[in-house]
């Protein structure tokens, strides 16, 4: 990650960054901020005319680059903050991801009375924005490699620098899981990640189940989906668990490491992705990452049901009952709606043996979520009000939208099977409603204090977008990281 300081008076500056903010739509017009730093009276009057000459609004983001060879500071970015909120600087922050600098290096005269959200919404963008997934040595000189913030007091904003890293560092771990292509990603490849990462922090600790001990334990469903490949399931469990914990919550990720749609195959165009169907999986193995580097005084465990679904002569068929943790079974007669299975024993696993005070469901389950809401916004589901209400809000504070959707009693005799206990995929009722309404069904006595999250659409970007890049987006870290920290 590039490295971002804090400092009070900053030595010699050769391109120097201005926050420029709309003075209101009475006069549109824009000035430069009152900076923490003195900055010559020269600068500010050149920037003045530069910015009356190309009207600039102030829009979160926007960027104008005023030259000034031969002089200090040579260059001059005038970047917008549009409101001021840290969505708004968090856009500030990402736009200075791309600028091109020769030297790698950038000063960010802060205003004077920009507050701690303000280098919290700077830093993310920053660092979520200059986030690159490359399987090359090559390297691009002309990026940003070092940022200046030059703020008052910097004592002051140390806590929510902190804050930042450490969300943008398990947000990028999220991104790295969820890129990596399949011929290297497998489920036990997944579990030697989390292995490996759980080793920086105290009090983290990893268990791994394997294909022989998920038999013996009943994890139907993890078996079912990783029997056609030759690569065989895992469940991965994480937990931070602190000695001041007052409650309990655990994360349950669907982990398809890569999905063909097994028997019920794919086509091409819709298979060529694939390897992003255990986003949420890297998602909630990176919250609790996270939650360990923020020391957060809750206890939280991820759950990671991780198997490929491939077509073979083990596969498992459209048809066939499976029979989950803890004895609940499903009629399956579409293999390609396989996440929901792992995710049932995850949850039933979490209700029977763990018996936390919140769970919550986060997984890329269905292309209806897309439908319903677009590439930006996962829904989200939860009999729960005040859940649903603390969720949301973490998720817009974070930078990540959610819309909660509704659990129709009505729906819920889609789910009636002839043979087993419920229908994983009915081919009535709207699609991703009906897998929230299966996946409820396993969460026995924590079924008001379970919050499910779809986030199949905004798991993935298709091109560079404010603080996202093109590809593994992360998405749900940022979520749980601010709504845990509420708790």
Known sequence: ??????????DAVDTLVLPVRPTGAATEQTRVTGTAVQVAQEVTAEAEALLAATGHGGTAGLVHELPRPLRTPSRVLLVGTGAGGEADWRAFGAALARVRVPD???????PADAGPEAVRGLAEGLWLASYRFRMTDRDDDATVRDVVVAVPEPARYEAAL???RVTARATRFARDLTNMPSSVKCPEWFADQVRAAAREYDGLTVTVREPEQLAAEGFGGILAVGGGSARGPRLVELSWQPPDARRHVVLVGKGITFDTGGISIKPREAMKLMRKDMGGAAAVVSAVIGAAALRLPVRVTALAPLAENMVSGSAFR???VIRHYGGMTSESTNSDAEGRLVLADGLAYAAHRLAPDLLVSVATLTGAN???????TAA???DRDELAEAVAAAAAAAGERAWRMPLPADYVEYLNSDIADVFSAPERGAGSVTAALYLREFTGKLRDRWVHLDMSAPSWSDSDDAELVKGATGWGVRTLLRWLATL
């Open 370 to 376: 897309a439908v319903a809401l677009g590439k930006r």
């Open 380 to 382: 989200l589901y939860s």
């Open 104 to 110: 790698g290096s950038l000063t960010v005269a802060l």
């Open 318 to 320: 459209p048809g066939d």
């Open 162 to 164: 902190a804050a930042a």
């Open 1 to 10: 990650m590039l490295a971002i300081r804090l400092v009070e008076h900053p």
